[in-house]
Structure formats: C-alpha cells, structure tokens
C-alpha cells in the first residue's frame, strides 16, 4: 500500500515538468490553403504548409508542442492583441501598421505581387497602368489591396476585394473582373487549379510574410527572430520551402539581409499601446473619412433599393397568398419558409457565385436582389398577417355596399393593412440596413467592409468601430423617429 | 300588398346540421318586421342571406337591394364617418364627391350625428357609431334594409331613439328587417314580428298579439330567457 502510494508519487513528479511545458498556441487561417496552412485531405484534423512545419520547428526549439489555433485572417492581428495565441503566421505581410500594431518577427519569406490575367488578355494588360477602367480583384486587407486603392487613383482602375483568395481568380475566368493582383505563392496556386489563366511575372511590388505575437510579448518574439536566422543559416528553412516548391532565388538574398541586420533594432517592433492606435487611428482618418462615408451611401442606396423591392414583391407574395388559389398558395409558401428558414449569406452565395454559370449578375445587383428576395419573404408575411387583421366584418359590409373585391382591397383593407405594417416594416428596414453588410462577401464595399479594412489597415478598431456605428445610427435612428411618427398619426384602434 | 321581400322554402345545412329548416317570410315598403328567436335559431343566417353573404341550399328569394347595418358596425376604421358614408356613393355609384358628401351631410344630419362627421369611428360612441353604419348603408339608397341586433348595445333611452329612427325610415317607402333579443322594443317599434324556432318559423303577426298572447311553446320559452336576461342586467 505504502509503496504503491509512493509510486504514484514518483509517477506524478515525473509527470509535471512535461505539464509544465504549455504548448506553443499558434493561429493561423486553414481557409487561406496550401502552401501555407491547409487542413490535410487524407485526415481533415491535422494541418499541413509551409507555416505549419515552420510552426512546428519553433515550437520543437522551444521544447514546447505545436498546438493550432483557427483565426480567420482578416482577425489575426487583433487576435493577437488578445491573446488569442502565442505566435501568429498564415503568409502575413510585413508592413508598417502591423508593426506598430503588433510585435512582428523579422521576415521568412519574399514574395512578389503579380498580375494574373485571362489568356487572352495576355498582351493587353501587362501593368497596372494597362487596367485603366477596369476591375482587379485581390484579397481584402492585403499589400495588394493598399496598391491597388492607390492605383484607383493613378491608373484609374477599380479596386475589387474579396475574402478569400480563391474567387477573385474564378471571378477572373467568369469575366467579372479583368485582372487579379496577389502574391506570387496565391498566384501559382491558382494557375495549377484554374486553366485559360496567365501571370506576368513581373512583379509590381516585393513584401515579406512574417510572424506576429502579442505587442507586449517582445521576449517570445526575439525568441523567434533567434530561430528563424538559425533556420535560414542551417537551411531548414529552404528545406521547407523547396518541399512546398516554394523556394525561390529572392529568398537567400533575403536571408542575408536579415543575417546582416542581426543586432540592430528590428524596424519599429515596438508594442502599440492602445492610446498609439487611437492616434493612429485619429492620423489616418482624413484619409479613410471620404471612403467611409461613400461606404454609408452604398449601404443606404442597396438597403432603399433592396426594400423596395422586397415590398413590391412581399405585396405581391402577400396579395397571392390571401386571395390567390390553392396551387398559387402552395407555391408561396415555399418560397417565404424557404427564404426565412435558410441563412441570407447562402442565398447570396448561390445567386452569386452558385448561378454564375447561367446569369452573371454584376455584385451590386446580386447584392440587391438577393437581400431584396430574402427580405420580400419576410415582408409578405407582415403584410399577410396585416391583411388578416383587417376584421371581416368590414370587408363582408365592403361587399355589401357593391365594392368589387380589388375596390375592397384598394379601398379598406390595403391603407389599413399598410397601417399596421408600417412598424415592423421599418424594423426590418433597420434590420436590412444592417444585414446590408452581409453583401461583402460579394465583394460589395459597403459600410462593415470599408470598417474592416480601415481598422485593419491601422490595427485597431475602436475609432473605426466608433465611427462605422455612428453612421449606422445616423441612417437608422431618423427611420424609426419617422415611423413612430406616422404610426401615432394614422394609429388605428386595435379591434 | 306590394311585396318588396319575398322568400319561401329557404333551407340551409352546415354538415349534417340543418340551420335552416324552410323558412317563408315577406316583407312589404313602410313594414319594420322584426326577427326574434334563441340563439342559434338562424336568425342573424337569414339577414346574411338576403345581404348576399350566405348561399342558401335550396328556397326561392326574390329580394331586392338590401343595405344592411352589422351588430358591431364594421365602420372602416381608417375613415372619417363622412368618409364611411361617402365611399359606396363615389366608388359604386360614381357620384361626383361633391354630391355624395352633400347628400352624405344630409343623411348624418337626419340621423342627429351632423357634429361627428369628421370624427374617426373609434372616437364615436356605441350608438353613435351605429346612426353612421346606417346613415352608410342608406347612402347607396336600398330599398331594404337589414339590422342585425340593432338594441344590442344602446341604453332604454338611446333604443327609444333609434325606434324612432326606423319608424321614420319604415314611412318613407322603405322595407325593414331586423333581429332582436328585445321584446318590449319589438312590441314598441315593429309592425310585425317573425318567430323562429329550429330553422322554422313558428308564429308571427302583430307583436302585441303574438308577444302578449303567445301561442307556441317556443316563444313562451324565448320570452322567459328574455326576462330573465333584463332581471339579470
């Protein structure tokens, strides 16, 4: 008994400085794909990429295990300032705001950005400069997405951004775009899935991919700056690379730069504060105001216009389902269950990308109709259950007096119906102003997106996320005062 | 007799029930007939077949236009009392607004809501919202006029005027029929009164002599409940 218990005790003091090693929690995106951090199609829990072995190999030098972290990419840096994860690394950009922002490594990777273009397009469009009215597509918050905002400017182009690297290049084939501008590494990819597609090599700009920790945790990043030289003197880090097919002759230039540079200060790692965002934040709001604002009118525009179609069509879905005949009933009834039981993100996705194949709806007019056919189901049934609360009486007394049954309609139970309706009309109006910002995912700029970008461009969202709802507020608010307004004037005495 | 109403062998069955059993009635200009049974006794499924609202299974009907005034109105609530009246004359008959307000002014006056012309109906009182129902169902100038429970809601001295008011209505030529709980009101105010009973009528005449002197089981029974009901009240 004695000696079992003193086996236990070995056993436990054995066990705790293997549980005294946390892991090493690394975030990183798996829907950014290979090269860089895929979910492995043999076994869909373990990770593979470029940044998972690298992950890895800092983790085994700190003698900790690798444990990672899904972070969507547009959210790893303030995911990092939360403490989300130890080290962050998912082909992120090096670039003067993540630095301030965040504590960022010295740079593993050199990377071109590239212009892809269709085949056909191959002599026409070389340079950005040859994009003149056109749209090029690359992924949000990205280098390429600041280069291609700055082109907008110089070279008169249009700067379309996406959440995903993947459509901008199907977006490309289906003609709805004219030229995508990423990373080299995207670019490749996308040539070996995609055929009919060509790259310039030329690149239009150089960045780095780094790695990124909290602002104050500058101990583990040296750490890791210290292991990264290491990984470039011993050539692990082209064994990596040249196992992705990755490796390219900018790389060992790249390496002995940073070897070079060991010793002095890595460029401007300091930690952000939070009152060095908010000044950031103060600094690049001239800047970022003009777009902002022009966000908030899309996003009124397609709410107006996606209501007003959701209320011609809702009347008409209401008008069918109150008088129309059993077969016209039937029909509508699916179409509002459906549209109400199913997320408006997959209806946008389907009108979009899944009906690309037989109408190619340009991204605003997708956007429209997509919330206008979802919010046309909601609508219909206001109006359905307004229509019904007209008591029957009155319509029976209508007929009575020999109105027809569209005078009837027009006449008593439609400026009543629309009586009732006008409150939860305008909640949904509100509440369409705000689903409005589902629409980003087809690279429609509107408010929430221009938000985004804005506060990731700058690392912080609290002057941004002040300033976006203050819009949201400044449309929505004279609604709903409006509405009362009405309501209190026509109020109709509830039966 | 010039009979304005006639109906004979009107037969009516929900399910396997049969609401209506065959049922006779006529009704002549300047006669105010009233309608009085239990609950259930099919009076109200009458009116609401002469008004066209109902279809009946099998009888003959020879009914000319009715208008008729509902136990709870029915105003359209998001028009003024003028408005209510003025509707049917402009949309229906296509008088010129001018001429259906004139002749809608006209008619309110008549029926003493002249001042509550512009008032919404959930602002009228219980009898005052009736005068208007009857003031928009006179509007379009049916020859018969259909009141179901016009007593329902009035106090002895509001009832006492609406007597009046049908009296008036019946001496200008035209036919009234209506359903009632209210004997003393019926024994008041009507010329005739029909006794229902099981989808049938049972007795009718004058409603001194059918009221005072009733001769069926049926309409001992239903003054009995009546009775009790003002005992109650």
Known sequence: MIRLALLALLLLCTAVPAVAQPPLRWGGDSEGGAPFVEADPADPAKMIGFDVEIAEHIAAELGRPAQFVQIAYSSLDQSARRGDFDIGLSGIEDSPGRRASVAASVPYYEFREVITVREGDRERFRSLADLRGRRVATLGGTMAYDILLEAEGEHGLTAVSYDDDVHPYSDLLLGRVDAVLLDHVLAERAMRRNTGLVTHPEAVAVGHYIIIAAPERTDLRDQVDAILRAAMRDGTLERIFRKWDCWTEDQPALYARVLAAEGSDAPGATGGAPLGSVARAWEALPRYLPSLLSAAVLTLVLSCAAMLLAVVLGVFIATGRVYGDPLTRAVLTVYVEVMRGTPVLLQLFVIYYGLAGMVRLPAFIAALVGLGLNYAAYESEIYRSALEAVPRGQLEAARILGLTRLQTLRLVRAPQAFRLALAPMTNDFVALLKDSSLVSVLTVVELTKQTQIFATNIGSWLVPGLLCAALYLAMSLPLSHLARRLEDRWKVATP | ?233
């Open chain 2, 1 to 233: 007799m010039t009979t304005t109403l006639r109906v004979r062998g009107l037969r009516l069955w929900r399910g396997d029930r049969q609401i209506l059993a065959g049922i006779d009635l006529d009704a002549a200009p300047g006669e105010v007939v009233a309608l009085m049974g239990l609950s259930g006794s099919g009076k109200t499924t009458v009116l609401r077949i002469l008004a066209g609202l109902e279809r009946a299974d099998a009888g003959e009907i020879q009914v000319p236009k009715a208008g008729m005034v509902f136990q709870f109105h029915y105003l359209f609530e998001h028009l003024t009392a003028l408005e209510n009246v003025c509707l049917a004359p402009v949309h229906v008959q296509r008088q010129t607004r001018a001429q259906a307000q004139a002749r809608a002014e006209a008619l309110l006056g008549e029926l003493g809501v002249g001042h509550r012309a512009h008032a919404l109906p959930r602002e009228l009182s219980g009898g005052e919202a009736q005068r208007v129902a009857i003031a928009r169902a006179l509007a379009v100038d049916p020859p018969l006029l259909l009141l179901d429970e016009p007593t329902a809601s009035l106090d002895p001295a509001r009832r006492n005027d609406l007597g009046d008011v049908l009296k008036a209505l019946a001496a200008s030529g035209r036919t009234l029929l209506l359903t009632s709980h209210d004997d003393d009101f019926v024994r008041d105010f009507a010329s005739r009164v029909v006794i229902l009973a099981g989808g049938r009528v049972v007795e009718q005449g004058d409603p001194h002599q059918v009221l005072e002197h009733a001769q069926h089981e049926e309409t001992r029974e239903l003054l009995q409940v009546e009775r009790q009901r003002k005992l109650g009240r």
